[in-house]
């Protein structure tokens, strides 16, 4: 016979073996492949090696005369750090220092090939640049004041607009040889408003060639410096085609209010029944009223 | 109820209504765009104010105003608390309060950045055209219309959400008969201990209120015990916590980023799961039958309407990771949102709803009675 307790039990065991094969089929991590992601990393220059930024760079505060790093690689747990370990003095050599601010030296790492996502992108060569800011501004302002920065919910997608698409994507399977070691690079020294220039293109080399061009200073920026002007901060209007699309919806929206409006004065309201009003109380101090129907007087 | 033709003043049936404010709060939800947003929000408005029945209490307003709340809420915060999006933009500084080390990731005050600002009233004008879209929904076709269309499998929660509907507008009348009884016998009925006075009868009254008012639905039908097997209860009982759960998985694979793992979890479990729930409420329903009291009838305005707020729908989900598209505006770096003549034009469509469905009947009484 079936009693009410052994129903539950069975319906209690059903539910939590429906529940158990649910979450193993989701989280069951596949053996075959390892999973990464492709973003950039923040470094800190401790003695003359790359030490992994602990904390998020709108927290850190770099000190006058260190040297903050990024690298965009792919990795699944341990990031590469930036290839070349400049020190400060050779990046600030020929930024004098100015009083009440400090110098931060920056170096950036655009990864080698097998680090970018778009097989046909030019990865920029790296660049080191010396930033010259108030005392408390903190590494996603040093970061800022040098090139350009895309953000996404706080998390840093892309440097001096690479990549061009994309922010820490999650990557299935992690290519061949992402982990090999890396062989250190020239890194060019800019003035601030240069952009980086142009490195290899990432189809065409084997993993170890990241020979990026060793020139020095401005002459290695292709574009030009007001394409990647720290000052241009302002909304940029997309040259001189008419934006139609704003226009037409503006104008649009516009419309749709004005006949809201419009049906809401013509809207008739709802009839209410006329209330029998109560007699009024006649004091006696007033005078009196002539007998009429209360409904009929409109006081 | 008229059975003649479809254009004639009538009621249109709840569940198209509420199927356009679905729709067009899926619209919104996949754009971050202000413009498109602010579409939405307009055509919402337009349509409620054209076809809500006369009589009907004014719901959209309250969502337009909790909607203006949010907005300035999410402004404040942004202004004061200064975690998130970093800009580059400064428009004015706040005097920065120090926290201790503990709470190092907050931060109060400080520089107020364009970016930040535009970050979150975007964010917010989404959520508040969600709520219009779904307060349109409501204000045009009452949720009470709509729970005469549950399945039958389904009349333990029709009867509790009819008495949670009635909960809250019963409470308010209480709360208003009990204060003017107290005024008549002198207390004042506005200090602390009077409202602490208050709250005991204001709340058994509801409630007794309420519960009279699921007795006289189950009276009526609405909650009748329908003599099934044990096994075909059972059978449907199991399918619906499978269902239920799978459709929940499924959307929480949806949802998150796609990767080797969620892969599964994705589409196929959230069909697999919305299957098995439909066919637990089929199984359920068979051998219970309804009479077909006044019906609304679906005809061809109801599928109009349904069809101009999914389509949109559908599109944008689509071309959602489209640039040309203009769903998502960027804010760092700042730029104008872009927007797209062809979007705009498909984001009209919603508002079509107001033309092409037939006036409601007390309106059209109203309108067609000479003044």
Redesign the interface.
Known sequence: MHTAYSQRRRVVG??VS??TV?FS??????AH?E?GYRYWSAWAQKDGAWAFAT??A??LTPADGSVDGWRYQVSATVAPAPRSTMAFDAICAETPAADGKKRVGLVLDFGRAIDAADPAAQIPAPAAYCVVAEPDATS??VL?LAT???????MTCAIAGYPAKGCG??V?ELPAGAAAGEEPVDVAVLAIGTAPGAGAPATSSAPTSSAAPSTSAASAAPTTAASSS?TS??????GSSF????T???A??LA??V??YV??RR?????TPEVTRQPKVIMADEPTLPADDDTTRRS | MTTGRPMLPRLLHPLAWWAWGVGLAVIASRTTNPVLLLLVITSAVLVTVARQELGTPNVLRVFLILGLFIIAFRLVMAIVLGAGIRGRTVLFTLPEVPLPELFSTIRVGGPVTAERVLYAVYDALQLTAILVAIGAANALASPRRVLRYLPATLYDLGTAAVVALSYAPQLADDALRVRAARRLRGHDGRSVREVARLTVPVLDSSLERSLELAASMESRGYGRAVHRSIGRRRVGSALTVVGTLGAVIGMYGVLVPQTDQTAALGLPLLLGGAALAGAALFVGARRDHRSAYRRDPWKWPESVVLLVAVLPAVLLVVIGDWEGAGLATSVQPLAWPTVNPWVVLVLLLPALAAFVTPMPPARAEAMGAPA
Not at chain 1, 25 to 30: D, I, N, S, T, V
Not at chain 1, 267 to 271: D, T
């Open positions: 059903l539910l429906l529940l649910a089929l989701g989280f069951a991590a596949p492949a999973s904390k998020a709108a927290q996603a302002d800022a350009e920065v895309r953000e996404d919910n706080g994507d999650p299935a720290p901060a302002e909304k940029d209007d997309e934006p139609w699309g704003l037409l919806a503006l649009a929206a749709l209010a006949a809201a049906l809401n809207k008739p309201r709802p009839v």
